[in-house]
């Protein structure tokens, strides 16, 4: 059984940073790419950035790219989130997540299995 639990999130000004970590329990971490996605106050959820299972390729969204750095530790079963220059609209719960097939990282949540219960970060102006 796969466990997902994120971390990391808060409450935030303009401008700030903050790192999201993942730990994903089980012996199928390091197989699979992983993917961060959000979910802002009644909005649909949206894909945020994914990475190879050997952390070699990521993607990014239009907004997360050049903010956002995902990366990966297989010997910690982590997967993280480094967020710089937050604005407002990044506000929502992110979760995170393990491809269930594939080694590259994809842009669709039904790709992703096993999501845990996410972490909040609020970006105040």
């Known amino acids: 059984q796969v466990l997902t639990v994120a971390s990391g999130g808060g409450l935030v000004q303009a401008g700030a940073s903050l790192r999201l970590s993942c730990v994903v329990s089980g012996p199928v971490f390091s197989i699979y790419a992983a993917g961060w996605f959000r979910q802002a106050s009644e909005k649909g959820p949206e894909f945020v950035a994914g990475i190879s299972w050997d952390g070699v390729n990521t993607d990014y969204n239009d907004s997360a790219k050049g903010r956002f750095t995902i990366s990966r530790d297989n010997a910690k079963n982590t997967v993280y989130l480094q967020m710089n220059h937050l604005r407002p609209d990044d506000t929502a719960v992110y979760y995170c997540?393990?491809?269930?097939?594939?080694?590259?990282?994809?842009?669709?949540?039904?790709?992703?299995?096993?999501w845990g219960q996410g972490t909040q970060v609020t970006v105040s102006s």
């Open positions: 997540a393990l491809h269930h097939t594939s080694r590259q990282p994809s842009r669709y949540m039904a790709d992703y299995l096993d």
